[in-house]
């Protein structure tokens, strides 16, 4: 009876004693090992420099003097999902899809419009000679981009982008990038792996959206307004060397940015970078505020062409 | 990746240490007393003996003192540079004998001599070429007429009712052989025959005191129960006759006891299956311990070797002819977590100084190790107190002072033999490392026969 009573005390106080432990190191080790595979290695460098080269050649587009364009739209995307893969987190409080949210079927009449108009996909290098007014490009110029470099971008986005002839310049946070493939679920919040990258960069041109700075305070400062000069360097670095030195533009997150931002940018070396400002594009803008024109879920094909400026 | 490496051995570690405190916890009763058998099995003891002038008396005093009848010691002198011999011939009046024949089944190098003593009938002492502990052994072997065999190390002594213990842990037919429970004889003062047990000595003696009592008590207890004894001490080891004889006896090995443990095993896994290997907690013997440092670094890298060497040996055997618990035991407990995590270990302090970004989770498995540790090394005294082993309240006190800091200072030293002995195993297999042999004795025979007077020989034999 005594070594019964004896035993079962032993046993309590060593699992007190044992749950105290846990309970003070448990937030440690849940964050360990939670952090681990998240984010890309810092200082590991994608082969984009051999994939890339097609960004780097501006093309003589041989235009009359006088004919060419006095503008150009630059859209802005997120994610493009089918609709037979719409879950329930692709929509708001209010039944509505996210406005980042574009249906594929949508995406591919406004890819084929594209086609079917003979526009032309500027690269970020022959955008940025047009707005300094040192290239003549064609009438139906336009630059297409996306941000954040969800799965989707791969799996839906590129194979209607390359059907159609088209580019674009997609802005990716490096940190989040992923060593390992996974199968594609729509409704997970999936990003882009090393592979998809490289086999995805005939079409895509890849420029950094951070390293892992897209995130607002308590209060929905974004980042790149809050954080100090120096934090905000430090992470665009490590993009950088995520893009393998690939530093020609840059998207702003949620489009915030200072004076510093812009600082910070030309210390490093970026040409240019893009806000969310819904104007057209025209020769003699700031290079680091070029305007953005975001088309949404519900955008009508009548739409697309009025902010295409098709007439 | 290194985290997760990390954490999966760790949890590892953790169940191990969870078995070993809480096995013997629940498993050993609180009265703990053998019965005293009427019938005495024939036992024979086997000494093997190199250099050991300085300790051979007193193990001697143990063998004269014994309460049992029906048994025969062999002291074998191994070829002996020093006055083991003549001590031995001094002290017990030697005569050669022709009475004793050797089996002729297991070789071993040339006998000069075997002998009888006049004043104990019950001993006799085999000169022989040197040839190393197992060969030695094997020449016991040859001679003994027993059924049941004791080795037992020259610097050990027996407690007078060990081998009442033994004869009744043989009882059982299936248990072929016995591991006897080592004490520090360091950690005892007073008479032989009652024995106090004290902590009142240097750090180095607490924690091997302590360290014995886990290993035993704990480990091969719990081991007991999962029928995956490893080793049976050479120190005080005891086996039918007949399975020596069909295992050909002892192997010459740095570690000649878990060679030979593993072997039996080996045997009781795909032969006898009935049969088992047990450790005998109530059969008792006191062995010297080292006192310095040297000496004890010496003794953990024979050790080291010795283990090494079955690993190497045993390699193919393990899971097939070894059994599955057993393997696990030896190869993730011993081997995995006790060698080779030994390694990364050291490499800690390092990893942390380059990168402080995990020094909270180090401080964690730290904050769990210290626990875990003193909480085995409780459930070790707890234990031996229910087999018998009680130490005055002071002592008590001492231990419990000394273990959280014995936990984070002497238990370190562990680390630097196991990786010190396994890479010295690689580096020279062949040297031995012989022990130096201090013949320090903290216990008295004031009440017992006392061999170096013989007027008190000759009373007491008179009065029995």
């Not at chain 2, 003192?65 to 002291?75: D, V």
């Not at chain 2, 027993?146 to 059982?172: C, G, R, W, Y």
């Not at chain 2, 009935?274 to 010496?298: H, M, R, S, V, W």
Request: net charge neutral.
């Amino acid at each position: 009876m005594k070594r019964i009573v004896f035993n079962m005390t032993f046993v309590v106080s060593f699992l007190l004693i044992f749950s105290i432990i846990v309970k003070v190191y448990y937030a440690d080790f849940a964050e360990a090992l939670s952090q681990e595979p998240h984010f890309y290695p810092r200082d590991k460098s994608l082969p984009l420099q051999s994939c890339q080269g097609w960004t780097d050649v501006v093309r003589d587009f041989q235009v009359d003097d006088g004919q060419g364009a006095d503008e150009v739209p630059v859209l802005m995307y997120h994610r493009v999902i089918d609709e037979e893969d719409l879950a329930e987190n692709h929509f708001d409080e209010e039944n509505r899809l996210h406005s980042t949210i574009l249906l594929k079927e949508s995406f591919n009449d406004q890819m084929e419009l594209l086609r079917e108009h003979n526009f032309t996909t500027l690269t970020s290098k022959e955008l940025k000679l047009f707005l300094k007014g040192e290239l003549e490009v064609p009438k139906n110029s336009i630059v297409l981009t996306f941000d954040d470099g969800s799965k989707d971008n791969y799996v839906e986005t590129y194979p209607i982008l390359k059907e159609n002839g088209l580019t674009a310049l997609n802005f990716i946070i490096t940190g989040a990038i992923t060593s390992k493939d996974s199968k594609y679920e729509a409704n997970a919040y999936q990003y882009l792996s090393e592979s998809e990258i490289i086999n995805s960069c005939d079409v895509f041109e890849f420029q950094s959206h951070t390293y892992n700075y897209h995130k607002r305070t308590f209060n929905y400062v974004p980042y790149l307004i809050a954080k100090s000069k120096e934090d905000i360097k430090y992470d665009l670095e490590a993009s950088i060397v995520n893009l393998d030195q690939r530093n020609r533009a840059f998207a702003y997150p949620y489009g915030g940015y200072n004076e510093e931002t812009i600082d910070v940018l030309k210390e490093l070396e970026f040409e240019m970078a893009y806000t969310v400002v819904p104007e057209i594009a025209r020769p003699g803008i700031h290079l680091y505020e070029i305007p953005r024109i975001e088309i949404f879920p519900e955008d009508s094909l009548e739409d697309f062409k009025r902010k295409i400026r098709l007439n | 990746m290194f985290l997760k490496i990390t954490l999966v051995l760790f949890f590892i570690y953790m169940l191990f240490q969870l078995i070993y405190i809480f096995v013997p916890l629940f498993a050993v009763k609180s009265k703990n007393r053998f019965s005293k058998l009427e019938k005495e099995k024939g036992i024979s003891i086997l000494i093997p003996a190199y250099n050991e002038e300085k300790v051979i008396l007193n193990c001697l005093q143990g063998i004269v003192n014994l309460k049992y009848k029906n048994y025969e010691a062999i002291f074998i002198n191994d070829g002996s540079s020093d006055q083991t011999l003549n001590i031995l011939k001094e002290h017990l009046q030697l005569e050669p004998t022709f009475q004793r024949l050797p089996a002729i089944k297991i070789p071993h190098e040339a006998i000069i001599e075997v002998y009888q003593s006049k004043l104990y009938p019950k001993i006799l002492v085999i000169d022989k070429e040197n040839g190393g502990k197992a060969d030695a052994l094997n020449a016991g072997i040859e001679y003994l007429k027993k059924e049941i065999v004791i080795t037992l190390d020259a610097d050990s002594i027996l407690e007078p009712h060990s081998l009442q213990a033994m004869n009744k842990a043989f009882e059982d037919e299936k248990v072929i052989a016995a591991g006897g429970m080592v004490q520090i004889g360091q950690g005892f003062h007073g008479n032989f025959l009652r024995p106090k047990p004290t902590f009142l000595t240097s750090g180095i003696i607490r924690y091997q005191i302590i360290q014995y009592l886990t290993a035993f008590y704990l480990h091969k207890f719990t081991l007991m129960k999962m029928s995956s004894i490893t080793v049976i001490a050479g120190a005080f080891g005891a086996f039918r006759k007949n399975i020596l004889f069909e295992i050909d006896g002892f192997r010459k090995t740095v570690g000649e006891d878990m060679d030979i443990t593993l072997r039996i095993q080996r045997l009781v896994k795909t032969k006898y299956k009935d049969c088992k290997l047990i450790f005998n907690p109530q059969a008792t013997c006191y062995t010297e311990c080292p006192e310095t440092y040297k000496a004890l670094f010496n003794q953990r890298i024979r050790w080291q070797k010795a283990f090494m060497d079955c690993v190497i040996t045993y390699r193919t055997s393990f899971f097939n002819r070894f059994g599955f618990r057993l393997s696990i035991f030896f190869l993730i407990e011993a081997f995995l977590l006790g060698t080779l995590s030994a390694f990364p270990i050291i490499f800690i302090p390092i990893i942390l100084i380059f990168n402080l970004e995990h020094y909270m989770i180090a401080l964690g498995l730290l904050t769990v190790t210290f626990f875990l540790g003193n909480y085995q090394s409780f459930s070790t005294l707890v234990v031996s107190r229910r087999f018998g082993l009680r130490y005055h309240r002071k002592d008590y006190l001492k231990i419990a002072t000394f273990i959280p800091i014995e936990i984070i200072t002497y238990r370190l030293l562990g680390l630097a033999f196991v990786i010190s002995g396994t890479i010295m195993y690689f580096i020279n297999k062949e040297k031995w490392n012989v022990a130096t042999r201090i013949g320090t004795n903290s216990q008295s025979y004031d009440e017992g026969v006392l061999l170096l007077n013989e007027k008190t020989v000759f009373m007491n034999e008179k009065v029995g």
